[in-house]
């Protein structure tokens, strides 16, 4: 059962442009968001989190966003870089059984 | 301030067979979290470890194990190895007193396959 979603498995965007990223969730239990990025032989670093009680989160090019109604959340990147090129894991918290739950992934790729 | 460090970075196991991963944690972080990452499924929680204690767990069998020492290394075994084991496993550590949402950071890694 998967309670984090990210059903997009890749995304390439124009250098310059807007990548947004997607990202649902099932559990309504899930009360803090994050969003990793992950290089090749590299562990996922950290890059923007947002709590439920906020609707978006801005850290300069990053931006989150988060419906709590729909379930979703979306991560907002501009103007797109070539070195954004990575795979992004949204990952939500659970405040109940405080366990954090990753999406399976999204690879975006930037074209000069 | 160095970061978390995991060794080895490959393995290669046949099947049956155990294996034992090491992560060393970031100074002063006292949470050491491990993942199971693989193809199509994100990245799995393993188990979590505070203060030498197991905290949480994730849905795996037993076969998977851990344990953290004294100065919060930390490490996993897994025994009676499966191909269905072959991936990545992380380890992440993150400070974690009272805010369990603590940022964690992630080691690059140990790739392991099972034959």
């Known amino acids: 059962d998967q309670q984090v979603k990210q059903n997009s498995p890749s995304l390439s965007v124009q250098e310059g442009r807007i990548s947004i990223l997607n990202c649902d969730y099932t559990n309504s239990m899930f009360d803090y968001f994050l969003w990793y990025k992950k290089y090749p032989a590299e562990g996922p670093t950290f890059l923007i989190s947002?709590?439920?009680?906020?609707d978006k989160n801005e850290d300069g090019r990053f931006t989150v966003f988060l419906n709590k109604s729909a379930k979703h959340l979306s991560l907002h990147i501009v103007p797109s870089q070539p070195g954004d090129s990575a795979v992004y894991f949204c990952?939500?918290?659970?405040?109940?059984?405080?366990?954090?739950?990753f999406g399976t992934g999204t690879r975006l790729t930037i074209i000069p | 301030k160095a970061g978390v460090t995991q060794t080895p970075r490959y393995l290669i196991k046949t099947r049956g067979q155990q294996v034992t991963l090491s992560c060393s944690p970031i100074?002063?972080?006292?949470?050491v979290s491990w993942y199971q990452q693989t193809p199509g499924q994100g990245l799995q929680f393993l188990f979590e470890?505070?203060?030498?204690?197991?905290?949480n767990k994730g849905n795996f069998p037993g076969r998977f194990s851990g344990r953290q020492f004294s100065n919060s290394r930390s490490e996993m075994n897994v025994s009676t190895l499966e191909l269905g084991d072959s991936a990545l496993y992380l380890c992440?550590?993150?400070?974690?007193?009272?805010?369990?949402?603590?940022?964690?950071?992630f080691g690059p890694g140990t790739r392991l396959t099972v034959l």
């Open positions: 470890y505070f203060s030498e204690t197991q905290r």
């Open positions: 947002i709590s439920s009680i906020k």
């Open positions: 992440a550590s993150s400070f974690s007193t009272s805010g369990r949402r603590d940022t964690q950071y």
């Open positions: 100074s002063g972080h006292r949470s």
């Open positions: 990952a939500a918290y659970n405040f109940g059984n405080e366990k954090l739950t």
